[in-house]
Structure formats: C-alpha cells, structure tokens
C-alpha cells in the first residue's frame, strides 16, 4: 500500500487552530478527607494558523488558579461551562423536548471537535510572534477539584484508623471524552499526544495509571512519595485514568507485564479471579497477528464503580465485585468476558481511537468482535451463537419500541459512490424511526445510556455480518493491516498529522475492507451503517402436491416504528426428507413469492433414515406430518446474515421436528418460542424430552422449561403441569435410591447446576383452575429449601438458595383483600412464604452469602407481597436497607421496590426521599441507576 493510501486517501484536517504533541498531567496533592486534588497540566501546542490569539481547553468542575505560556508570560482566561445554565431560568417551555435541545446547543458550544471548549485562554500579545512563526507553545494551567460530582470518585470508609488502614482509595470514571472533568485537557479522540504523568500521593498508597512506570520518588520525611508515568505512545485524554489506594499488588505469574491490584485482604479473590487472563493475551495476540501494543498492562480493582469495567491505555478499572473464588460458578462467566472485552479495547478503542463520535461504532463493534470470537474458544460455539441471537433480539425489540438506531450519523462518501449518502435520518418510506429518540444521538454527552448500549450492540452485530460477507481470515487481515499502520505511526516523531494513522475514520475502514476483499460492499454497510431500522420478514407456506413445490410468501411491513425495508437476496432452508437444501430468494418488494422445488418425495411407508444439515442421519417418527409433503421444517436466514426478526407460520409438528432434531441452539429456541402457540400433548411431550435430554444445550432446556410453564397454564383443564415438573426435577436430581428424596448438591456438571436453579423457577409460575399456585408446588419448593444439602459440595450454593427463593416469589398471587397487620390473618400459602423468606433473611444477616444474592431474592420476594395485598405496604424495610452501606446489589434492589412502591401507591414522601438520593448520595452508580 502506498504512503497516501496508508492515511485513507484523504490529509487529517483538525477542527483546532492547535495541533496537541505533548501534555503533562502532575497530581500534586490528593486529599481524602476533603475529596479533592491539586494540580497542574501542562499542554505543549502548535499552531497551524497565524493570528489565532486565543486557545480553547476543556475543562469542568476545576478552579482554575492560572494560566501561563512557555512559563514566562501570564495569560487571562475566561471560563464558560453553558451546561451548567440549561434550563436554570425562567423559560415559557417546561418540557424534555425542550431540555433535550438546549443541552445539545450547550454541548455543541464546548466541544472539541468544533474547536470549542470550556476554558479560553487568550495569547498575550507579546507571544503572538510564536504563534505567526509556529513555534510551539507550552501551556500551563494550575488547577485543583474539591468534591467532585463526576469523572472522579472518592471512597472514604468512616471507621477508625489512617486512610490506608480503613481502604480508602480513589479512582476516575467516566462515558466518552469525560476526562475534562478532573484536569484541563482537549477532550478529544481525536487529538493523540505522548504524556508524562506525576501523582504524588501518601507513603501508604500506591497510584496505579497509565503507561510505563519509571520511578518512585519519596519526599526527604518518608511520608510521601511520587510516581512517574511516560507514555511514548501516543493517545487521547480520554484514555488518560488514575486510581489510589492502599491497594495490594499481584504480578500476573504467567505473563510479568501484567501486573493487577486490589483492595487489601482480597488478594485470595484476586488470584483465582486474574488466572484466566493470559489465555486471552494469547488468543488475541494469535487471532490479531500482532503484539500487544504496550509495554504493560495493569487491572485494577475498585470499590463502588460506576461501571463493571472502564479500559484506558494499558490499564482497566474494574468493580471489586467482580472478583470470585474458585466456589462461585455465576460470576465466573460474566467476570471472564468484561475481561476479555476491556484487553480487546485495549488493541481498538485506546491504542487505536476513533477519529470523531460518529467513528466511535468502529472501536466499539471491533472489540466486542474479537471478544465475541474469544468467547467462542472459550465457552463454545453454542454459548457463541445463543449470545449473538440475545444481542440480535434485543436489538429488534428495542428498535421496534423506541426507534432506529444509527451507528454513522454524519454523511459519508462510500467508496465508489458519486453521491453523498447516510444523513443519520433515513426518509420515512426506508424506515419511520419513531418520535421515541428523545435525546440527540451526535454526541456521546447527549445521547441516552440505553440507546449507547443498543449502539454498541449493533456495531457488534455488523461487525459480524462483514465477517459473513468476506470471511474471518479477511476481516482480521484487515484488523491486522490497521494495527500495523498505527503501530509503525507511533514510533514517528510529532508532525502535523504524523500520528493520524492512529485515528480510524469509518471512510478510511471502508476502502480498506474493499481493497483487502475486492467486494462491494457499498449497499449493504449503507443500510446498516447510515440508517436506522431492522429488518422483518412474516412468512408462511403452502405445499403444492401435484407440483412437488413449495409455494412461499414473504411479507415486509416497512411502515412502521424501527423498520427497514430490505431488497436483496435472502437464503432459505428447507429441511426434507432426503436431507436439508439451503435456496436463496432475491427480496424486492414488500411481498415477495417464491415457488420452490422439493428434491424430495412423500415417503408413505417406506423407512429410511433422513439426513440432516450436519451429516448426521437419524430415525424420525414420521407418523405426525402430512403423509404427501416431504417437508419438515423450513427456516429464514439461518445464519443470521441480517438484521432481522423472523415471523414465520408453520404446523405444530414442524416446530417439534424441528425443535428435536435440528441441530442448531437458535433453531432450537426458535421452535420452543414457537411450540407456546401450540398448548397440546404433543408439544408437552416435545418440551419436555428437550428438559430431560442431557445432549440438549442448557440454555435450551432451561427456555423448554419456562415455554412448558406457559403451555401447562393453557392447558390446566386437562394437564397437570405442576406434577410433570415436579417429576421432571425428581427425574434429574433425585436421590438415585429414592427419586422423591433430592440429592446433595453437587454442581459439578454447570449444565444441570443451571437447569437445577431454572426447573423450580418454571414451575412457581404454574397456576391450577383458579388461577392459583398449587399446594403441591409450594410445599415442594418449601422441601428444597428445607433439606438443600450443600455440605460435600466444593461449589457455592448462594446463587442456587437465591433462586429457590424466586421461585417462593414466583408462587405469590394477588390476595382476596387487602390483610390486616397481624400476620395470623394470612392464607396458609402465603404464611409459609412469609415465614421462609423471614427466616433466610435472617440467616443471611448471620451468615452472609456472596453478593448477598439471598438477601436480594427476600427484599423481592417482600415486594411482591406487599404488591400482592398479602402485607401492608410499608417502605421502611427498604429504606433501611437501600442506607449507604449497605452492599450495593442489596442498596439497589431496596431502591427498586422503593421506585415500585412510589408506582403503585403515589406516594410524595417517597418520591422526594428517592430524589434525595438522586441528589445526594455518595455512589454514582446508585444516583444513575435511581434515575
């Protein structure tokens, strides 16, 4: 590739009169009992015009003391923060629409990619001559932040002892370009510099940050000490994190670049917890083709996080909570990919960035691409395909609810294109986004916290479908020829746009993937790139006997909230006799028909094994289809090449054809979903050989399970479904000298342990006539609890007792009337639950659990009484427990029944003690999540 090609064919234009080369960050003082930090940054700029006399800096929530250039002259600044003034005065509009767009015209006004900013400094005069001569300038700005609200977060424990005796420690946090509020910065992606970073902190604490750690400085008296950080490599503020606190130190014993630290006596946790992360350095490495691209890498772990996991260059803060013994078996799964996914942002999002907000889906869909592919080796490709079809799901259900989500929203010129297209609104007869999208989605300040979940979301998933167009092989020869050209970049000295190779634009990815593929790829990344939307298709068919043909209809409904119309080739599978016959159909209208020939015939009685799509062949039962079609089962886009939600119409036997013997788990969910429409015997039957078939993926039989609830209660006039799933679990995980008699719990086999906790969950929500939870039930699930036998188990049972719990929550229905306060009032039913419930919450304040899981499934389970009638509503229990210090998973489910209660009852004094909380409380995940 040619040096002009290298830079994408087009010269990096900076929206600044600045370009940014070097930045000093210095932490002179860090203050716990105040809350605050002391400072000062220093900011070495080139001008690239003359007469520019004034410079633009973000900045938010900092005292800014003074502002100097090259250390010789004083400059006057002014600072502005118009955020600060939304919506403060007098306005004739009291509405979110109207909030919305003075937030954004505030936004606007400070941001850097407009060359904007908070802070403005202006040049003295007798320094203009630097800036017509572009020479470089050195700005320092002297600042300090006390209590701040954002971007940093102090945590205090209020017991005996110095600082680092009671674990305090501090750390930074933040969404996109957030670095403004704890030092002085251009808070752009856009702007890399190299860095040299000071923090000076007690003896007794360690301050972990980004890049390379050079030396440790102490004070003359011992009682403090400095570390010095260098970054050679080039990054953005926005990847610029620190943390501090008495924190202990673990050197990773497989790879001794990685270091990791957590709060003191928790270094058990963190052994067992980190073990797992050199298999990701590895796999990512191999896949990549390429080194990690820092000299170290370091994984912290705090208390109180906003987030679970928040990576910056070479260093990734995670939630303490996060942490798990060699005991616990539901945090493993979820703590493994966060990690994955922050050591693949690493590669994409901090040592690659990208080049403006509407870029950001690139690093974002690239990183959870390559996690997706390690979680693939990892767990398999089931658990691969099982999250992809969940991500795939809520992404519809959001779309269709709220509006189209748009992943490029500036105009972009696709290669080999004359005209310029994707305004980030598609036009209504594409698809009607809906007046759902309350705040602006073109920059990461405004935009709402679940529309940037569903964003990253879809940048995921078409990441995938480019994979689906050019193969694996490709996409990551692609990754690597970026990795390579930021890499070679890094190690230039600063020029101009020197460092340019390290911003990746969508214009710039887009020729590469035409180049390195040779495929058009135009259409299709438009419609899923520039517009919003998903596809759905509605489909049924009809077997011609005479001709042998199955005649197909497939219909678009583009009219309405979050959906797209699609044109282009679409594959259809059609399960037969003699085996399985992918077509493909090519979609041009709203409706679209399509005859298709069978390569099969109607077997009447001849015998014969049929073959599937895998190569297996297996005997079928062919007693239940029609006797003159030798069709099974037909699917839609099996493979998912699309964004898109499948409604098809077929007979109930099909879907159980399909639902047992089709080999695919998103087929197989897909028939189970289906089978609920069809509340009959055979169905029953289906669903529960799925439940008992230990070759079936679990995830699969723990959904056949909840599907064989909802048939039960359609057919309880002739079904007793709340005694087949008593049998069932019987079956599964009695005793095997006495099946009424439940083992002792031993969760070696994952896949029955995650069966064991959903089978009584599934079987609480079965309802007799009167829509009521039988007694058996509950006295079943009351005998769980009663004799759950943990003891020779070397895995935790906490998660299992939780759902056990639920399942108590599960069985709760409304009350006749409203029960006095006395509990002697209370149905036998509702007395045992009451009294279980009371007397584990109990317990857990004895001897607590990890993450509180039972404590949590009593607070719910309360809730649902209350609710239910069957105890006075009363918040108090929930105030107390939602009272800072509480752990946080129990302060937020406390929370969310205080919400719930303030729903139903309409209650003030509530709803101003929640916006108290809003307001004041200490933890910023709690104030977020109450919002």
């Known amino acids: 590739m040619s040096r002009g090609a290298k830079r994408q064919d087009r010269s990096f234009e900076s929206p600044r009169d600045f370009r940014l080369s070097h930045q000093i960050l210095c932490i002179t003082g860090v203050n716990f009992s105040r809350k605050s930090i002391i400072g000062y940054v220093e900011l070495h700029l080139l001008p690239l015009r003359s007469n520019v006399n004034r410079i633009k800096i973000n900045s938010k929530q900092c005292r800014i003391y003074r502002a100097c250039i090259n250390e010789v002259w004083e400059a006057s600044f002014l600072y502005s923060d118009p955020t600060l003034a939304v919506c403060q005065n007098e306005a004739k509009q009291h509405d979110l629409n109207y909030f919305s767009a003075c937030h954004y015209d505030a936004v606007s006004f400070v941001d850097p990619d407009k060359g904007n900013g908070e802070l403005n400094i202006k040049i003295p005069q007798d320094a203009m001559y630097l800036v017509n001569e572009q020479k470089m300038l050195r700005v320092s700005i002297e600042f300090s932040l006390e209590r701040p609200s954002g971007g940093m977060h102090f945590v205090v424990p209020e017991m005996e002892g110095s600082m680092a005796e009671r674990g305090a420690h501090m750390f930074t946090y933040g969404i996109e370009n957030a670095c403004r509020l704890w030092f002085p910065c251009i808070d752009s992606y856009s702007e890399p510099c190299t860095w040299k970073l000071e923090f000076t902190v007690d003896a007794a604490m360690i301050a972990v940050s980004c890049g390379d750690l050079i030396e440790t400085v102490y004070t003359p008296d011992m009682k403090k000490k400095t570390f010095h950080y260098v970054l050679n490599l080039p990054t953005s503020a926005a990847n610029i994190a620190l943390a501090v606190g008495p924190f202990e130190v673990l050197v990773d014993p497989y790879m001794p670049e990685v ?7 928790l270094m058990p946790l963190l052994e067992h917890t980190t073990e ?7 796999f990512l490495e191999e896949s990549l083709g390429t080194r990690y691209p820092f000299s170290y890498y370091k994984q912290v772990f705090v208390d109180e996080a906003f987030v679970d996991a928040a990576a910056y260059m070479s260093v990734t803060i995670f939630n303490t909570n996060l942490l798990h013994s060699s005991r616990i078996i539901d945090q493993t799964f979820l703590t493994r990919r966060l990690m994955a996914q922050a050591l693949a942002e690493q590669f994409f999002g901090c040592f690659i960035n990208p080049e403006t907000w509407s ?3 690139l690093t974002k869909g690239i990183s959870k691409y390559l996690t997706g592919l390690l979680l693939k080796k990892t767990f398999g490709v089931n658990e691969y395909r099982y999250h992809i079809n969940r991500e795939l799901t809520d992404l519809c259900n959001y779309e269709q609810e709220i509006g189209g989500v748009v992943l490029h929203t500036d105009p972009i010129q696709l290669p080999g294109v004359k005209e310029i297209i994707g305004t980030g609104n598609p036009t209504v007869d594409e698809v009607n986004t809906g007046n759902n999208l309350y ?7 405004t935009i709402s916290w679940k529309y940037m979940e569903m964003r990253e979301i879809k940048a995921h998933l078409v990441m995938r479908l480019i994979e689906l167009k050019i193969g694996q092989d490709l996409i990551l020869q692609v990754f690597n020829k970026l990795l390579s050209l930021a890499t070679q970049a890094a190690t230039q000295k600063f020029l101009y746009d020197t460092w340019s190779n390290m911003l990746i634009s969508t214009l710039g990815f887009l020729k590469l993937l035409s180049t390195v593929s040779g495929k058009d790829l135009n259409a299709f990344l438009d419609q899923w790139l520039c517009r919003g939307g998903i596809v759905q298709f509605q489909g049924s068919f009809h077997f ?5 043909v199955v005649e197909l209809e497939l219909r678009q409904d583009p009219g309405r909230t979050g959906i797209a119309r699609y044109v282009g080739p679409l594959q259809v599978t059609i399960q037969e006799l003699d085996g399985s016959f992918t077509h493909t159909l090519q979609v041009e209208d709203n409706l679209t028909k399509g005859e298709i020939t069978c390569h099969s015939k109607s077997r009447r009685h001849k015998k014969k094994k049929i073959p599937l799509i895998n190569g297996e062949e297996v005997d079928m039962d062919l007693s239940a289809m029609d006797a003159d079609s030798p069709v099974l089962w037909i699917r839609v886009d099996t493979e ?18 399909q639902l047992r013997y089709e080999r695919d788990i998103v087929a197989q969910i897909e028939a189970i979903q289906n089978l609920e429409n069809f509340a009959s015997q055979p169905s029953v039957g289906t669903l529960t050989e799925t439940i008992e078939n230990d070759q079936c993926f679990y995830r699969v039989r723990m959904t056949a399970a909840h599907s064989l609830t909802k048939i039960a209660n359609g057919l309880v006039a002739s ?4 005694t087949a799933m008593i049998a069932i679990f019987k079956r599964l995980f009695g005793a095997y000298s006495c099946p009424d008699i439940v083992r002792q719990n031993k969760f070696s086999n994952f896949q029955s342990y995650f069966l064991q906790k959903t089978i009584p969950v599934a079987l609480a929500k079965i309802r007799n006539a009167h829509g009521l939870c039988p007694k058996e039930s509950l006295a079943f699930l009351v005998e769980l609890i009663k004799y759950n036998d943990n003891n020779r188990n070397k895995f935790s049972d906490n998660y299992y007792r939780a759902a056990l719990i639920d399942a108590l929550t599960g069985t709760v229905t409304p009350a006749v009337a409203m029960v006095s306060t006395s509990t002697e009032s209370l149905t036998p039913e509702t007395k045992q639950v009451l009294e279980e419930v009371t007397r584990c919450l109990n317990l857990e304040k004895l001897l607590p659990c990890y993450h509180h899981t039972v404590t949590v499934a009593c607070l719910k389970a309360i809730r649902t009484l209350q609710k239910n009638g069957h105890l006075p509503s009363d918040p108090t229990l929930f105030q107390t427990y939602a009272q800072y210090g509480h752990f946080m998973e129990i302060r937020l489910a406390a929370l969310e029944a205080l919400v719930d209660y303030v729903k139903v009852e309409t209650n003030a004094d509530i709803l101003s003690w929640l916006l108290d909380i809003v307001e004041q409380d200490p933890v910023p995940t709690v104030r977020h999540t109450v919002l």
């Open 259 to 265: 270091t990791h630290f957590c709060l003191p006596k």
């Open 544 to 548: 011609n006997r005479k001709r042998n």
């Open 640 to 657: 998912m090449t699309l964004l898109r939600q499948v409604i098809f119409q077929q007979p109930d036997y099909q879907w159980q054809y």
């Open 276 to 282: 797992y992360l050199h298999q990701a350095f590895d």
């Open 719 to 722: 079904y007793s479904g709340h």
């Open 439 to 445: 705040f602006p989605n073109k920059h990461p300040h």
């Open 359 to 361: 870029d950001a889906w």
